[in-house]
């Protein structure tokens, strides 16, 4: 069974930084590519970016191109999202999720998904 556990939300100011990583288990982590998503409140899952399995291609939604960064660690089995110059409008629960499919940046086209981390950005 694929386990997924994201870590490293928190609250920050707007303009700061946080770094989540998602450890990643059950399956051979480096066979597979890996994408981030978040959820706001009443709002539906949005596509933030994602990681193709050698870790040399990436793509990134328009909202967050430029302050976020996806980049993973095969050896770990871990995927990470470094996020700066954060925005009260990032405010949401980010998912990481792993699928067969790359690029995908519909939530179909993942197979296993963490439980989440909430990150607040305050203004």
């Known amino acids: 069974q694929v386990q997924l556990v994201e870590s490293g939300g928190g609250l920050v100011q707007a303009g700061g930084s946080l770094r989540l990583s998602c450890a990643a288990s059950?399956?051979?982590?480096?066979?597979?590519?890996m994408g981030w998503f978040r959820q706001a409140p009443g709002k539906e899952r949005e596509f933030v970016a994602t990681?193709?399995?050698?870790?040399?291609?990436?793509y990134y939604a328009d909202s967050v191109r430029g302050r976020f960064t996806i980049s993973r660690d095969n050896a770990k089995s871990t995927v990470f999202l470094q996020m700066n110059n954060l925005k009260p409008e990032d405010t949401a629960v980010y998912y990481c999720?792993?699928?067969?499919?790359?690029?995908?940046?519909?939530?179909?086209?993942?197979?296993?998904w963490g439980q989440g981390t909430q990150v607040t950005v305050s203004s």
């Open positions: 999720a792993t699928g067969p499919r790359f690029p995908s940046g519909s939530p179909r086209g993942y197979d296993y």
């Open positions: 059950g399956r051979t982590f480096s066979d597979y590519p």
């Open positions: 990681i193709n399995w050698r870790g040399d291609s990436t």
